[in-house]
């Protein structure tokens, strides 16, 4: 188990260690109660054991917390599911749950602070990050041309079903260099293509915004749950507490964002800039 884990399952535990304790009960009265093995309760609350969704159940009602039942049992699936560690997860597999995901999505909301998102990206774009993300954790170049056809295929979602996406990008997004300068020039062009498609929302933050909220890249699907990329791990949020900030996030960051002609401007203003740095004449 990753250490990030560890410490999920321990957290995890001391929310219920909490509960026993507020309730004035010791762990050998709440087993007793439960008809568990006396070190059961010890072995949860130090996350040396993970619950099940029963337990969760009789833990609360022993504890007087039966309100908090939804809310635990979110949890726990999320300390079992949050952590996907980029090293033991082949980019295909990843790209192809990606894809399941987003099928079953009706809103997809996503704030990018760096990179285009994955269902913006052009295929020279996204082949220039594939190679940059195998490098850093040490994959197999093996990996790159089902990686590459798995991200393209999950862009079908835009142009099939009834899926609405509302993205909002950083400015920084329009200027973070990947592979060449044609490159980035045909992903610029491919944002302004994506802002007419009848059922995408693209807007952009200035860089010279007001600090609202704290922020990291994000993507929320419909109200079920978050998923956040960290330099380690792929993280999965499904604490309805925990989706409901992401949400207030999301909605303080639409708030500061632009849209249509103006957002068309400052795509094109960062092209012009691109073909100006790309011309030897200057």
């Not at 010890?42 to 009602?61: A, M, N």
């Not at 996503?110 to 990050?129: D, F, H, R, S």
Request: glycine share 4%.
């Amino acid at each position: 188990m990753t250490t990030t884990a560890k410490q999920a399952r321990e957290a995890f535990g001391e929310r219920l260690r909490n509960l026993r304790k507020d309730a004035g009960l010791t762990g050998r009265q709440l087993a007793e109660l439960a008809g568990w093995p006396g070190s059961k309760v010890s072995k949860i609350e130090y996350g040396r054991q993970v619950p099940t969704d029963d337990d969760i159940r009789v833990w609360c009602i022993h504890t007087r917390s039966a309100d908090q039942v939804p809310d635990l049992i979110a949890s726990l699936r999320n300390v079992e599911a949050a952590y996907l560690e980029w090293r033991r997860m082949r980019l295909p597999h990843r790209q192809k749950q990606s894809v399941a995901v987003a099928e079953k999505t009706n809103l997809m909301r996503c704030y990018e602070p760096v990179l285009v998102p994955g269902l913006l990206q052009t295929p020279p774009y996204a082949e220039a990050i594939l190679h940059r993300v195998l490098d850093f954790y040490d994959g197999s170049s093996d990996d790159l041309e089902a990686s590459l056809a798995s991200r393209l295929e999950r862009q079908q979602v835009l142009y099939r079903g009834n899926h609405r996406f509302f993205f909002i990008l950083a400015e920084q997004v329009l200027h973070t260099r990947v592979g060449t300068a044609d490159t980035m020039l045909e992903q610029m062009d491919r944002l302004l293509t994506a802002m007419s498609l009848p059922r995408v929302v693209l807007a952009i933050i200035p860089s010279e915004h007001e600090y609202l909220a704290p922020t990291n890249n994000f993507v929320i699907y419909d109200e079920r749950e978050v998923r956040v990329e960290t330099v380690s791990a792929e993280l999965t949020i499904t604490q309805p507490a925990e989706i409901a900030l992401y949400t207030k996030a999301f909605h303080r960051l639409k708030d500061q964002a632009i849209h249509g002609q103006e957002a068309r401007a400052m795509i094109a203003a960062a092209m012009d800039g691109l073909r100006s740095d790309h011309d030897p004449r200057t």
